[in-house]
């Protein structure tokens, strides 16, 4: 069974600018977490869907958005990036609920770079 | 709020030695607790996992115990091995708070020497 997918793995963009990140799921899996790591800080949960509904959310400003098709692949998009949004970013795709014992399954990440 | 404490690192040891990466947590409800593992270039993966007082989970020859009265879930290792450098993450979730979520502790650096 094919694993978490994260495209790209690597981007570089500028203040200001937009960016989205995909995360394709393992097959059948309905649960899509995405979370930011930095040295500082760690890992930090941002949002996680279910069944293309947004069902929790972490601490962060609304410039940071995601959504999740019928086929569970999802997406998360930042807005006006800042120099401290540069972070790898993670999916997690999990079976069930990730809040509920499900294990979850991450990807290798998108190693997001803002000058 | 929930919350998981680790021990910062990084932590060096030699080869063979015997590790004990501390973990202890705050939570309201019923958690289950875990180990994740990231080695370099890579996402995590679940290590063990316990879901309820005094369960052990294990793997790879890691070890840890769900000690609800400490409330601790430290990971150990008998002798370590140069490929179990890594970076290590204790994390929880909690059955019993609405906040689905689970919470991950900061990660702990190992360096194994040969």
């Known amino acids: 069974k094919a694993g978490v997918t994260q495209t790209p793995r690597y981007l570089i963009k500028t203040r200001g600018q937009q960016v989205t990140l995909s995360c394709s799921p393992i097959s059948g899996h309905r649960s899509v977490s995405w979370y930011q790591q930095t040295p500082g800080q760690g890992l930090q949960f941002l949002f996680e869907?279910?069944?293309?509904?947004?069902?929790n959310k972490g601490n962060f400003p609304g410039r940071f958005s995601g959504r999740q098709f019928s086929n569970s692949r999802s997406e998360m998009n930042v807005s006006t990036l800042e120099l401290g949004d540069s972070a790898l970013y993670l999916c997690?795709?999990?079976?069930?609920?990730?809040?509920?014992?499900?294990?979850?399954?991450f990807g290798p990440g998108t190693r997001l770079t803002v000058t | 709020g929930n919350s998981v404490t680790q021990m910062e690192g990084p932590v060096t040891l030699s080869e063979e030695a015997f590790l004990t990466i501390n973990c202890t947590y705050t939570?309201?409800?019923?958690?289950?607790l875990f180990w994740y593992v990231q080695y370099p270039g890579e996402g995590l993966q679940l290590l063990l996992k316990a879901t309820k007082a005094d369960d052990k989970g294990s793997n790879k020859g890691f070890e840890a115990t769900y000690r609800k009265e400490t409330t601790s879930f430290h990971l150990e290792k008998g002798s370590v091995q140069v490929s179990d450098s890594a970076v290590y993450f204790c994390a929880l979730s909690d059955l019993g708070n609405r906040d689905d979520k689970i919470i991950f502790g900061k990660g702990t650096r190992l360096h194994i020497l040969p």
């Open positions: 997690a795709s999990s079976s069930g609920l990730a809040g509920y014992t499900y294990e979850q399954y």
């Open positions: 939570a309201t409800g019923y958690p289950s």
């Open positions: 869907y279910f069944s293309e509904t947004q069902r």
